[in-house]
């Protein structure tokens, strides 16, 4: 069983930064392949990023070249760097972990872009 927990949410203005974090509990989180999707109002969620155990990543088309996606599996932790933020990105954003079939979900953590 494994939980996650997202930190590092808020109110920024457009152009600014934040950076995510996602704790997890349990053991083996360097087996764990780990995202950060997000869910904007009356949307569907969607992946941001992604970050296997061997350090290949993926990030969607819209968060390319502003957003960065990073671990430290010492800290059983996973980040998301996100800079020049936009209105559109405003969304809930989860933390995921998977392995084979196996997933789990954090509880979310609110990120708001207006002036």
């Known amino acids: 069983q494994v939980q996650l927990v997202e930190s590092g949410g808020g109110l920024v203005q457009p152009g600014g930064s934040l950076r995510l974090s996602c704790a997890a509990s349990?053991?083996?989180?360097?087996?764990?392949?780990m995202g950060w999707y997000r869910q904007a109002p009356g949307k569907s969620r969607e992946l941001a990023a992604t970050?296997?155990?061997?350090?290949?990543?993926n990030y969607a088309d819209s968060v390319k070249g502003r957003f960065t996606i990073s671990r430290d599996n010492a800290k059983n932790t996973v980040y998301l760097q996100m800079n020049s933020l936009k209105p559109e990105d405003t969304a809930v954003y989860y933390c995921?972990?998977?392995?084979?079939?196996?997933?789990?979900w954090g509880q979310g953590t609110q990120v708001t872009v207006s002036s």
């Open positions: 995921n972990a998977m392995w084979g079939l196996t997933t789990y």
């Open positions: 970050i296997t155990t061997t350090d290949s990543i």
């Open positions: 349990g053991r083996h989180f360097a087996i764990y392949k």
